[in-house]
């Protein structure tokens, strides 16, 4: 089956404005996370969302970073006014959840923002 | 705070030699432990996992080793090859009980590996 998709692969954008990354997670994968990966940072967790509870949004470093999940399954990370050190890959990851057996959990494969 | 310490931070291996890259964590309510290999340009791809239940699981040429009283894990790639050039990141997570799912994923470092022909 699918994996987990990403939009746009590659964005460019100027400081200051705001961008939009996509998520579509696995077909059925209940749990959604948003990592982002920088060279001086590693990978590093952002938000998560599990069906209807409140996401754990604990990763987010300021709150210029906002995240959705419509309907259970798409997401959108927003990230208003960017700043240089914004820039980085962002991650998407699914999981099955609802279970304590599977934990698997599988990434796309990135949007990499640069903010000129 | 780095809740996951990974080392080396570069290894290079001959093909047919066995890598090992090592992991120790901090919190005590990890019980799950996964690894990944990543491409450049690529998302990270799950490889293996391990539950601290177990001291040893083994997928092929893939062998993770746990010592839960040490806090300490571990990855063997036997037989290494070049197409095992990649970067490992080693993982952790634990289990949201209000959440009722995964919580996230706490990573190590990375591991930059190099099998040489």
């Known amino acids: 089956g699918a994996g987990v998709s990403q939009s746009p692969s590659n964005k460019v954008t100027e400081k200051g404005k705001d961008v939009e990354l996509r998520c579509d997670p696995i077909s059925g994968h209940t749990a959604l996370y948003w990592y982002r990966q920088s060279l001086g940072q590693g990978l590093e967790f952002l938000i998560y969302f599990q069906g209807n509870s409140a996401p754990d949004k604990s990763g987010l470093p300021s709150d210029r970073f906002s995240a959705e999940r419509t309907g259970g399954s798409v997401s959108t990370l927003t990230i208003q006014r960017t700043q240089q050190e914004d820039s980085a890959v962002y991650l998407c990851?699914?999981?099955?959840?609802?279970?304590?057996?599977?934990?698997?959990?599988?990434f796309g494969p990135g949007t990499r923002l640069t903010v000129t | 705070q780095q809740q996951v310490k990974q080392s080396p931070q570069s290894l290079i291996v001959q093909k047919g030699g066995i890598s090992i890259i090592n992991c120790a964590y901090e919190n005590t309510a990890f019980d799950y432990f996964p690894w990944y290999q990543q491409f450049p340009g690529k998302g990270p791809a799950l490889l293996i996992a391990?539950?601290?239940?177990?001291s040893e699981k083994k997928e092929g040429r893939f062998t993770i080793s746990f010592n839960k009283s040490a806090k300490q894990f571990s990855l063997h790639i036997m037989d290494s090859q070049p197409g095992d050039s990649a970067t490992y990141f080693c993982?952790?997570?634990?289990?949201?009980?209000?959440?009722?799912?995964?919580?996230?994923?706490?990573f190590g470092s990375g591991t930059q590996l190099t099998v040489l022909p």
């Open positions: 990851a699914s999981s099955l959840g609802g279970s304590g057996v599977k934990r698997e959990q599988y």
């Open positions: 993982a952790a997570t634990d289990w949201g009980i209000s959440s009722g799912s995964a919580r996230q994923l706490t």
């Open positions: 391990i539950r601290p239940d177990v």
